[in-house]
């Protein structure tokens, strides 16, 4: 796996200290509410699980799968659902938690798809977030880093499925995809 790596873009260490700083915020912003964390597979586990963890706040989690249409690493906005929520959101507080926004067009359709079912409030949380790709405008509470405009594995992140359970957060050596 060392190989097929590039460099190491965010550390373990750098992504334990953000996600305890967001967790901070979260546990101070939804105090004495019953707030529902929203992870979207499978790249959000790895946040889930140690943003949950990082949360003083009792919270329940619940996940949602969706494949976005589109060739290779280019997402298209249409979207389909994979797999629901188990919960009705109706009246809760929900804040949907992602690795990464490159395009914003699944979150986008994510965030009117669950907005319509009537949530008390509807938030973002990522890990991630590329700037310079941002089609659509959305509003995201949390963001853990901003990353320069390339393609990122680890950390839940795959390309080809591969690299998910990577620590940290990397870029791939060009061979990887075939140069
Ligand atoms: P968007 O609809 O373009 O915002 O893409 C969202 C999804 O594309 C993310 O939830 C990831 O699953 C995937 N994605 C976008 N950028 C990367 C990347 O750099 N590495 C791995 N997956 C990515
Ligand atoms: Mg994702």
Known sequence: ??????????SKAEID??????????????????LLIVGVLKGAVMV?????RALSSEVTMDWMAVSSYGAGTKS??????????????????????EDIIDSGLTL????????????????????????EAAKVRIDVKYTGFVIPNEF????????AEKY???????????????G
């Open 152 to 159: 990122v594995v680890g950390y839940g992140l795959d390309y």
């Open 76 to 97: 298209s906005g249409v979207v389909r659902i994979l797999k629901d929520l188990d919960t009705d959101i109706a009246g809760r507080d929900v804040l949907i938690v």
């Open 108 to 131: 986008s359709w994510l965030i009117s798809n669950l907005g319509s079912r009537g949530p008390a409030s509807l938030e973002v949380c990522t890990l991630l977030r590329k700037p």
């Open 164 to 178: 998910r359970n990577l620590p940290f957060v990397g870029t791939l050596a060009p061979h990887v995809y075939g």
């Open 17 to 34: 200290a953000k996600l305890t700083e967001l967790a901070a915020e979260i546990d101070r912003d939804y105090a004495g509410k019953d």
């Open 48 to 52: 889930m699980a140690d943003l949950a």
């Open 1 to 10: 796996m060392g190989a097929d790596l590039e460099k190491v873009l965010i």
